[in-house]
T-cell receptor, first 112, second 110 residues
Framework: DAGITQSPRHKVTETGTPVTLRCHQT?????MYWYRQDPGHGLRLIHY???????DKGEVSDGYSVSRSKTEDFLLTLESATSSQTSVYFC???????????FGEGSWLTVV | RKEVEQDPGPFNVPEGATVAFNCTYS??????FFWYRQDCRKEPKLLMS???SGNEDGRFTAQLNRASQYISLLIRDSKLSDSATYLC???????????FGAGTRLTVKP
């Protein structure tokens, strides 16, 4: 357990609206990640952060932005949601001791 | 070609059976290897890391074959509670470079 919580857990939104998903961690992890998981594709990295205000793109970053103003919070923003962004989003953090990634419980987003 | 590939299954096996999953990866420079378990509508949870010499945790055995670029997971004496999707994960040199397979679904039946 890496002490990761996500909010909201479920959200339905309309096409064209902005959406922000929040990831909060309590264990001072340096590296944090946002993934999306879709059938047939598995988990794909959207953006990651390697410290406060240090972020970079993953393999499916188009249409997404992130911010990390505090170590404990990593925000994912969909500037203008599209139906193709309907997915389940997982936040994750790298736990240094085992050098492994642990996930939050997920945020189910539906764009209608 | 995907960087990490798994047979999606489903694997349907009776209780007590032994079942094995393979996962192939394309990046020969990959450094770290993992198996995750994911239950329906839940987050992936780390099942075990995979070490070069192979490792065992109870009924679960993980192996790495660098020459052929695959990792495997063997589950002995399957339990109903083993029913889940199993994801393999492979990391390269960077902490941002973790790639996941799409998962193999296992159903253990009475």
């Amino acid at each position: 357990d890496a002490g990761i919580t996500q909010s909201p857990r479920h959200k339905v939104t309309e096409t064209g609206t902005p959406v922000t998903l929040r990831c909060h961690q309590t264990e001072n992890h340096r590296y944090m990640y946002w993934y999306r998981q879709d059938p047939g594709h598995g988990l794909r990295l959207i953006h990651y952060s390697y410290g406060v205000k240090d972020t970079d793109k993953g393999e499916v970053s188009d249409g997404y932005s992130v911010s990390r103003s505090k170590t404990e919070d990593f925000l994912l923003t969909l500037e203008s949601a599209t139906s193709s962004q309907t997915s389940v989003y997982f936040c994750a953090a790298l736990q240094g001791t085992g050098n492994t990634i642990y996930f939050g419980e997920g945020s189910w987003l539906t764009v209608v | 070609r995907k960087e990490v590939e798994q047979d999606p299954g489903p694997f349907n096996v009776p209780e007590g059976a032994t079942v094995a999953f393979n996962c192939t990866y394309s990046n020969s420079a990959s450094q770290s290897f993992f198996w995750y378990r994911q239950d329906c509508r839940k987050e992936p949870k780390l099942l075990m890391s995979v070490y070069s010499s192979g490792n065992e945790d109870g009924r679960f055995t993980a192996q790495l074959n660098r020459a052929s670029q695959y990792i495997s997971l063997l589950i002995r004496d399957s339990k109903l509670s083993d029913s889940a999707t199993y994801l393999c994960a492979v990391r390269g040199n960077n902490n941002n470079d973790m790639r996941f397979g799409a998962g193999t679904r296992l159903t253990v039946k009475p």
